[in-house]
T-cell receptor, first 111, second 118 residues
Framework: RKEVEQDPGPFNVPEGATVAFNCTYS??????FFWYRQDCRKEPKLLMS???SGNEDGRFTAQLNRASQYISLLIRDSKLSDSATYLC????????????FGGGTRLMVKP | DTGVSQNPRHKITKRGQNVTFRCDPI?????LYWYRQTLGQGPEFLTY????????KSRLLSDRFSAERPKGSFSTLEIQRTEQGDSAMYLC????????????????FGPGTRLTVL
């Protein structure tokens, strides 16, 4: 079983739609949680950190449920430019802060 | 450009050859990471440096792989006797553990080196 599991998609949605991605992680000692965005043939870039209290950044909302070991990302009012792969990322309990990535969920927003 | 840079961007080699990749991190970053990404998968951690010290190595890093960061700045990743299974994107990332920085602990990735082993 992978440490971080995601539905690979693709999620095909029309512009303006709301879409949600989920992710589960297996290491209950995981300390930090993130969503990264990766465009085709580009490097991953940090989209947002995820906190237990939930956090919002514009059209993006992230939630963390430590009891269920579950992370979510909600995108409202999807734009064509949101088309990308969204990577769920956790860090284990270590000083080095190495990132453990899920396989990614591909989103395609269509006109 | 003050981001993470990697060279070469693409490398095609024949099975059995040795290859070396270079990563130049963001200048004030003391931590440097190597990851590997294959098609349709997320990046997988390979190894990590704190300044010049290699502090962590993944089980994925077989004895054909060696990484160095001799002066705590740039790093090299060498693969000896390449195999077709080594074909992947090799990503380098850097971060700082200095809390004074607004980007404290955020890992910034380079564009990667795409390796194809024929």
């Amino acid at each position: 079983r992978k440490e971080v599991e995601q539905d690979p998609g693709p999620f095909n949605v029309p512009e303006g739609a709301t879409v949600a991605f989920n992710c589960t992680y297996s290491n209950s000692a995981s300390q930090s949680f993130f969503w990264y965005r990766q465009d085709c043939r580009k490097e991953p870039k940090l989209l947002m950190s995820v906190y237990s209290s939930g956090n919002e950044d514009g059209r993006f909302t992230a939630q963390l449920n430590r009891a269920s070991q579950y992370i979510s990302l909600l995108i409202r009012d999807s734009k064509l430019s949101d088309s990308a792969t969204y990577l769920c990322v956790v860090t284990p309990n270590n000083a080095g802060n190495m990132l453990t990535f899920g396989g990614g969920t591909r989103l395609m927003v269509k006109p | 450009d003050t981001g993470v840079s990697q060279n070469p961007r693409h490398k095609i080699t024949k099975r059995g050859q040795n290859v070396t990749f270079r990563c130049d991190p963001i200048s004030e970053h003391n931590r440097l990471y190597w990851y590997r990404q294959t098609l349709g998968q997320g990046p997988e951690f390979l190894t990590y440096f704190q300044n010049e010290a290699q502090l962590e190595k993944s089980r994925l890093l077989s004895d054909r792989f060696s990484a160095e960061r001799p002066k705590g700045s740039f790093s090299t990743l060498e693969i000896q006797r390449t195999e077709q299974g080594d074909s992947a994107m090799y990503l380098c990332a850097s971060s700082s553990d200095e809390e004074r920085l607004s980007s404290y602990n955020e890992q910034f990735f380079g564009p990667g080196t795409r390796l194809t082993v024929l």
